[in-house]
């Protein structure tokens, strides 16, 4: 009798990406080599990527999309602040600008809420980030799943976003 042979192994050159496969093609077509870390727990909102992650809640990006009279636009914000819809609405000269439906950010990103990257979308959309993300050296955004997260410099991520900075957070209180 002989003895089966060892199944084929991945070569160490290659490694496993636990990143949404829309995103991981996003990456690739982008040339960026990240580090996508999965998480066991849900990494679904700012708070809860942050505390998996052992980083500030700033360094966290929340990808949001609004709708600006209709259209969908995605805003990039840190986690630790909220988005000022009349600032968006001034940015962009809309009429009016309200946030968008699970459905809609779907349609818009290919992604479920919890999970939308700042890029690697479905569709061409507009994107804002505010300034305030580029105040950290690195910063993580969702990688395309609720349990996957990534770090970039900030102004790589703006770039690779096609983002335009600007002031678009709620004052603190």
């Known amino acids: 009798m002989s003895t089966p ?3 084929e192994s991945t070569p160490a050159a290659a490694p496993v990406s ?6 991981a093609e996003a990456l690739a077509e982008l040339g960026l080599q990240v580090e996508v870390r999965r998480f066991p727990d849900a990494t679904r909102t700012a708070v809860e990527a ?3 992650v052992g980083c500030e809640l700033s360094e966290i990006v929340k990808s949001l999309v609004f709708t600006a009279d209709g259209v969908p ?3 990039l914000m840190d986690g630790s602040s909220r988005v000022d819809v ?7 000269g809309a009429r009016k600008v309200k946030r968008a439906d699970a459905d809609l950010v779907r349609e818009t990103t290919g992604y479920a809420i919890g999970g939308v990257p ?3 979308h479905a569709t061409k959309t507009r994107v804002l980030a505010d300034r305030r993300l580029l105040d950290h050296a690195v910063v ?3 990688a395309g799943t609720p349990h996957t997260v990534f770090p970039l410099d900030p102004k790589t991520l703006i770039a690779h976003a096609g983002a335009t900075v600007a002031d678009v957070r709620e004052p603190a209180k």
Request: neutral net charge.
């Open 5 to 7: 042979e060892p199944p």
């Open 18 to 23: 636990h990143a949404h496969p829309r995103f």
């Open 50 to 52: 942050a505390a998996a």
């Open 73 to 75: 636009v995605l805003v």
């Open 86 to 92: 009349e600032l968006v609405r001034r940015e962009l």
């Open 118 to 120: 700042p890029f690697g």
């Open 140 to 142: 993580w955004a969702a």
